[in-house]
């Protein structure tokens, strides 16, 4: 078995800090260290993004202000639970990215694509956003690659590197909107 196809057996689910948490408005630091202590917050990142269920988490959504984030835009997940009736998950596809000191080099065209974040549950709005980038990025032993990325895997790319840099899609709305969303959620989040 490697690396990635054991997160779902080995992961550990680790709490989502919700907006408006300042460690999400901060600008993340590049890493330094490609150590097993990262490669065990990737694992358990993935099993609690699979878990949620979302197509991304970002290090500064788990409270680790650092440059890297895990994603899948194309995964089949299954429902389990267990005689305890304790719920769980399996994957019968998938397809993980752990993404590392990203670094965009081009940006192409238009897309408006329906987003929303597992820091901001229950709120969902379209964005515009490049359809096409060009990546450069490190992997979790930090060698480095770059990916084309384009539909929704590049809304998925820029809308996790807007983590890094302390931002969330709320701030990539119109003012009116942003504020509108942003008092829906904290009052349901007040009522929950
Ligand atoms: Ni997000």
């Known amino acids: 078995m490697n690396f990635l196809e054991d997160y779902q057996l080995a992961g550990n689910e680790i709490e989502i800090f919700k907006y408006p948490n300042p460690v ?8 330094t260290e490609f150590n097993d202590e990262l490669r065990s917050l990737v694992k358990d990142m993935l099993y609690t993004m699979y878990q949620a269920p979302g197509l991304g988490l970002a290090a500064p959504q788990v409270g680790k202000s650092l440059r890297f984030f895990v994603m899948d835009t194309d995964y089949l997940r299954e429902e389990i639970s267990d005689a305890q ?4 998950y399996k994957l019968s596809e998938f397809n993980p990215k752990v993404i590392i000191n990203p670094l965009f080099k081009d ?17 969902f709005e379209n964005v515009k956003r490049a359809e096409k980038v060009t990546v450069e990025y490190q992997d979790m032993w930090g060698k480095k690659h770059t990916e084309l990325a384009e539909g929704v895997f590049s ?8 983590h890094l840099d302390g931002i969330v899609f709320l701030e990539r709305l119109s003012l009116l ?14 009522m929950a």
């Open 177 to 190: 909107k942003k504020n509108f969303l942003r008092k829906k959620f904290l009052k349901a989040q007040a």
């Open 24 to 31: 999400l408005k901060k600008v993340a630091d590049p890493v």
């Open 107 to 123: 940006h192409e065209g238009q897309i408006l694509y329906e987003e929303g974040c597992l820091s901001i549950p229950g709120i």
């Open 155 to 162: 809304v998925c790319l820029q809308h996790e590197n807007d």
């Open 85 to 88: 009736g304790n719920e769980s």
